[in-house]
């Protein structure tokens, strides 16, 4: 077997690197075996068995701060590009898989320390390892009363997710909005604290974001300029009782006031949480061989809810959710009807309720994560294990909005000449406050020739959300650079900014090159 | 006269800069004589007639962002620091000072373009130079129904008290956290939109904080980073009512499950907006010439409480605020009732209620910014004229901080031989989320050696607090190197962060030296 290296690095400069990482964090924790790099594959590549696909030549897991310290201080001075992943799967997003072939995987798993959680002012802080699944599991041992927000699937972790700005589904769904307080290694080695956390002694690093002067802990998030280590979460107190609420309209049109209202009540904080736009009749049109998106030359709006008011259909549906007492959570959703019953048709259907602490069955079927409780069910919803990269533009959380995106990837999709049954796409949800985000997967096969033609859609997607003014809140590591490349007012004003940050933070550029299309220097050059 | 020049810069070179400010904005737009200079000096400054006082050598006002990019390449290629305020006051912090005596004023307040109010989504797109009573007046106007946050008082600018991370009263209190897309002026005089705004023709600029890749907006606060030209700011859609309730407590101790409850109610959404904790029974010690502060040798708990008994006098008490629809805002003022009779001897009073639009008279006891609408009713607060110099800094959201603070305030006055009288405080406010803010002014004379006295409180009051390890969330422009100095984690790590990052982006120190005490490196040498 040839040892993989890092671009740039010669055996030699990297097999004395390798040597002292292992004198870092130990023998054990230094990981170059082909079966060790397989695990760090994306399981989901769209390059799957191509040349292009991401490899990493090593691994090193450090257990502390200072390893990552003397991780870091080891890759500056051997030229070393450090790939820096939690815990989790990152599944859709690129897994644990580096932008640039060759890099280090800097694995944090090991580093799963819950410091601390408080369910007096309701917050934890937690080391990157720690998983949504370990924070619930101490929560639950201690008898805290306090909710954590997990994504699904539930095996990633608070630091991972939140940096990736993720969302979850309770009313602290929005991830980065709940971080407070951030401990960061930084490209030389050094250990920072940002907000209350760079005063020695502070008594409020989880309970005030922002410190004094400039706040920077935004700068972490999707980016290659430190390594967090710890990070402050602020969590939900248990509330006493859940219940959900559906509400449904009959016609196409009635979308722009269903979403007004919605928003009127969103901003207001009367509806919270993460909801999904559905519509029970494009889906009907959809099970018989039909598109949820407006085709050109397909159904008129009259035709579609004809088929609406025969199947009992309605165009529009949600199902919304309440977290509170009671008398709280009751009077919220009698007056969400009330909102939602200007429009004529509108009808209404009371949902699950739950008290609190709440003892479910194996079988009791309830999306889990709605509780804070965190799972794998998502998994049962993938057939066949087929992976899928994620395609997740903002959109406006308006009726007129949603009306475009169906006519706009509509016309992309014909013009690709993909077919209805290729059409992948999904309704808006709202993981963050005042805007929709689409969020919808592109199939990944073991077959080459599917993955490039899937690609190709991606990047189509993606050049055509554009134009419309939508962009991608988050992407796999394979569309980094496509995505980054959209995001170009006045000549790329913000990503100069960020690489002229990037150049002054990390000079060398070992810090995860390629994250969120952000290079190095010296790799800029070469890409050019 | 002679002319005033920044440090630094001859008189012919500071003339010369001057003609070109003046081809830039207009003549009429430079200024540069006493008269007007005597209106950007801090009217409320602690040095006032002493050398040390902070005045600016001209001011140059440009009205539109092209304006300001040619202000920012002329003042690099002279050498001008520039000093850059909105409109409003910013009394008790600076005023329009700056922190570098003989830097040139950019007065923004000639742009003071609404760009955008939606009240489907509630947000809008301002120019620095909009105050809070412009952007008040311009929705009653427009008959929009939206509210606004003002802070108290309402001629200060959404860009100004954002960027500083002010507070309001209503649930949208926290000001930087509605900030939704910046555009920037960099000291290369190039022109940057943030978030989404960096997609060309975005459509969610003001809808989606976030963008892809590194989130930068909080770099532009409390900073000298950049020159905001337009900001987003969330908006509250106007609620159906208002009400308030108070809560009153009768023991000492009782404060422990008091806030715990508080912290409760406010992390579920059930309490929102800001409250301040009173004290009746301290309030009425105050009065009989005591001090509200835990003295040394001062009265017991014991006696403190027995003065409650025989007065009448909670020893704590909260006016509650709550905006949404009538029977959703009873329900949680009956909830917060509930959770406080767990309390012995709670007691309860309804208070003021309002439906929406509200028509007030000039003479109605209510504060206004409850109700969304600006003014400037707290100047009737302050006797004589007298100006202050705000200290700020965040505590734990809990009993026994605010115990604590008592002692630890009232231990040091009494050590500095303040008298009672001049033991200024205040009980904690809920500007912020999850944490208090103690928030009072050491009064500014215009008697020198009591403004010497009053520094040296101020001082040592930041030091205490800092041994304690409580911070402020924003300083007087006097005070800006002290505070920062006790930011000092680690050597400083995240205050060399803020100082690598100037330089990469503002490698002439051209922008605010010494705002939040970051200098440009040619000063930190001269200083140091």
């Given at each position: 077997m040839t040892m993989r290296v890092p671009p740039g690095v010669t055996p030699s400069t990297f097999s004395a690197a390798l040597e002292q990482f292992e004198k870092a964090v130990g023998r054990n924790w230094v990981f170059t075996s082909d079966d060790d790099m397989e695990t760090y594959r994306d399981s989901y590549s769209p390059f799957w068995h191509e040349q292009a696909d991401r490899i990493p030549s090593a691994a090193v897991a450090p257990d502390s701060v200072e390893q990552v310290q003397a991780?870091?201080?080891?890759?500056?001075?051997?030229?070393?590009?450090?790939?820096t992943i939690s815990t989790g799967k990152n599944l859709a997003y690129g897994g644990s898989s580096p932008a640039l072939s060759g890099s280090v995987v800097c694995d944090l798993k090991r580093m799963d320390r819950i410091v601390e959680v408080n369910d007096k002012n309701h917050y934890a802080l937690v080391e990157p390892g720690v998983s949504y699944f370990d924070l619930y599991r101490y929560i639950q041992e201690h008898r805290l009363r306090v909710w954590i927000d997990p994504p699904d699937p539930g095996w990633g972790s608070p630091v991972g997710n939140s940096l990736e700005r993720g969302g979850g589904r309770t009313p602290m769904g929005d991830h980065f909005a709940s971080v407070c307080g951030l401990e960061v290694v930084l490209a030389s080695g050094e250990v920072m604290r940002t907000g209350m956390g760079a005063l020695p002694g502070a008594q409020t690093w989880q309970q005030y974001k922002y410190g004094f002067g400039p706040y920077v802990d935004g700068l972490f998030s999707q980016?290659?300029?430190?390594?967090?280590?710890?990070?402050?979460?602020?969590?939900?107190?248990?509330?006493?009782?859940?219940?959900?609420?559906?509400?449904?309209?009959?016609k196409h049109d009635d979308l722009v006031p269903f979403v007004d209202t919605l928003s009127y009540l969103m901003n207001s904080h009367i509806v919270r949480g993460t909801m999904l736009l559905e519509s029970p009749v494009l889906g009907y049109r959809q099970s018989q061989g039909g598109s949820v998106l407006d085709l050109p030359g397909g159904p008129s709006i009259a035709e579609t809810?004809?088929?609406?008011?025969?199947?009992?259909?309605?165009?529009?549906?949600?199902?919304?959710?309440f977290w509170g007492p009671p008398r709280v959570i009751d009077a919220q959703w009698e007056y969400t009807k009330e909102k939602f019953r200007a429009i004529p048709g509108a009808s209404f259907q009371d949902g699950r309720a739950y008290g609190f602490p709440v003892e479910l069955g194996e079988t009791d079927n309830v999306q889990r994560v709605y509780l804070g409780i965190p799972n794998l069910s998502v998994f049962a919803l993938i057939a066949g294990g087929q992976g899928h990269m994620d395609f997740s533009p903002i959109i406006p959380m308006t009726g007129e909005?949603?009306?475009?995106?169906?006519k706009v990837f509509g016309s992309a999709y014909a013009e690709m000449g993909v077919p209805p049954k290729n059409q992948f796409f999904a309704l808006p949800w709202t993981f963050f406050p005042r805007s929709f985000v689409l969020l919808f997967g592109l199939p990944v096969t073991h077959n080459i020739e599917q993955n490039r033609e899937n690609r190709k859609v991606f990047q189509r997607l993606v050049e055509v959300a554009a134009q419309h003014g939508w962009g991608e809140y988050r992407t796999h590591v394979a569309f980094m650079?496509?995505?980054?490349?959209?995001?170009?007012?006045?000549?790329?004003?913000l990503g100069r900014l960020h690489e002229t940050i990037k150049d002054a933070v990390d000079p060398n550029g070992i810090l995860?090159?390629?994250?969120?299309?952000i290079w190095p220097r010296q790799l800029r050059r070469s890409r050019a």
């Amino acid at each position: 077997m040839t040892m993989r290296v890092p671009p740039g690095v010669t055996p030699s400069t990297f097999s004395a690197a390798l040597e002292q990482f292992e004198k870092a964090v130990g023998r054990n924790w230094v990981f170059t075996s082909d079966d060790d790099m397989e695990t760090y594959r994306d399981s989901y590549s769209p390059f799957w068995h191509e040349q292009a696909d991401r490899i990493p030549s090593a691994a090193v897991a450090p257990d502390s701060v200072e390893q990552v310290q003397a991780v870091v201080r080891i890759a500056n001075a051997y030229g070393i590009p450090l790939w820096t992943i939690s815990t989790g799967k990152n599944l859709a997003y690129g897994g644990s898989s580096p932008a640039l072939s060759g890099s280090v995987v800097c694995d944090l798993k090991r580093m799963d320390r819950i410091v601390e959680v408080n369910d007096k002012n309701h917050y934890a802080l937690v080391e990157p390892g720690v998983s949504y699944f370990d924070l619930y599991r101490y929560i639950q041992e201690h008898r805290l009363r306090v909710w954590i927000d997990p994504p699904d699937p539930g095996w990633g972790s608070p630091v991972g997710n939140s940096l990736e700005r993720g969302g979850g589904r309770t009313p602290m769904g929005d991830h980065f909005a709940s971080v407070c307080g951030l401990e960061v290694v930084l490209a030389s080695g050094e250990v920072m604290r940002t907000g209350m956390g760079a005063l020695p002694g502070a008594q409020t690093w989880q309970q005030y974001k922002y410190g004094f002067g400039p706040y920077v802990d935004g700068l972490f998030s999707q980016s290659n300029f430190g390594i967090i280590t710890k990070m402050g979460v602020w969590l939900m107190p248990e509330p006493e009782a859940y219940r959900e609420g559906r509400v449904s309209v009959p016609k196409h049109d009635d979308l722009v006031p269903f979403v007004d209202t919605l928003s009127y009540l969103m901003n207001s904080h009367i509806v919270r949480g993460t909801m999904l736009l559905e519509s029970p009749v494009l889906g009907y049109r959809q099970s018989q061989g039909g598109s949820v998106l407006d085709l050109p030359g397909g159904p008129s709006i009259a035709e579609t809810e004809a088929i609406g008011r025969e199947k009992n259909l309605a165009y529009w549906s949600m199902l919304l959710h309440f977290w509170g007492p009671p008398r709280v959570i009751d009077a919220q959703w009698e007056y969400t009807k009330e909102k939602f019953r200007a429009i004529p048709g509108a009808s209404f259907q009371d949902g699950r309720a739950y008290g609190f602490p709440v003892e479910l069955g194996e079988t009791d079927n309830v999306q889990r994560v709605y509780l804070g409780i965190p799972n794998l069910s998502v998994f049962a919803l993938i057939a066949g294990g087929q992976g899928h990269m994620d395609f997740s533009p903002i959109i406006p959380m308006t009726g007129e909005a949603v009306f475009e995106v169906l006519k706009v990837f509509g016309s992309a999709y014909a013009e690709m000449g993909v077919p209805p049954k290729n059409q992948f796409f999904a309704l808006p949800w709202t993981f963050f406050p005042r805007s929709f985000v689409l969020l919808f997967g592109l199939p990944v096969t073991h077959n080459i020739e599917q993955n490039r033609e899937n690609r190709k859609v991606f990047q189509r997607l993606v050049e055509v959300a554009a134009q419309h003014g939508w962009g991608e809140y988050r992407t796999h590591v394979a569309f980094m650079d496509l995505v980054r490349s959209v995001y170009s007012w006045n000549h790329h004003a913000l990503g100069r900014l960020h690489e002229t940050i990037k150049d002054a933070v990390d000079p060398n550029g070992i810090l995860s090159p390629g994250k969120s299309g952000i290079w190095p220097r010296q790799l800029r050059r070469s890409r050019a």
